[in-house]
C-alpha cells in the first residue's frame, strides 16, 4: 500500500533526528509515519536497538521497539522504507523538491554511522 504524503516535519537538535511525515489515513484524516534518531541516549541501548526506529501511528505489535531502519530508497515521487517488520511505501509528489533535499540531509546525518542504505533516484 502507498501512503500520500501530506507534509513532511524535520526536527533536529542535540538529543535527537526527526524525520516525520503526515500522511493520509480514512480513520483519523492524517497520521505520521516517524524516523527517529535518538543520539543522546543510543550509547544505553542494546546493539540491536541502536540505529533509526521507524514507527507509524496505529502500528502495534510486539517487537516495535526494534523496528529499525535498514533501507530507504529515495525517488522524485515516492520513498521506500524496509525495517525488519514492515515496508512502508511514501507518495511524495505533493512535497517541494527543497523539502526533500532537507529530509536527505536529515537522513544523511541520522545515519551517520552507516547502520542503513541510503538509495536515491
Known sequence: MKHI???INLEEDEKDLIASFAIDDQELGVKSLILHRTLFFEEVFDEEERGVNVSMEGDNFDKEDFNILNDIKIGEKEIEIKTPFREYRLDISRIDRTEIEAMLNLIKKQ???????ITTA
Not at 111 to 117: G, H, I, L
Request: aromatic share 30%.
Open 111 to 117: 545515519n551517520y554511522d552507516n547502520r542503513f542504505t
Open 5 to 7: 504524503v501530506q507534509f
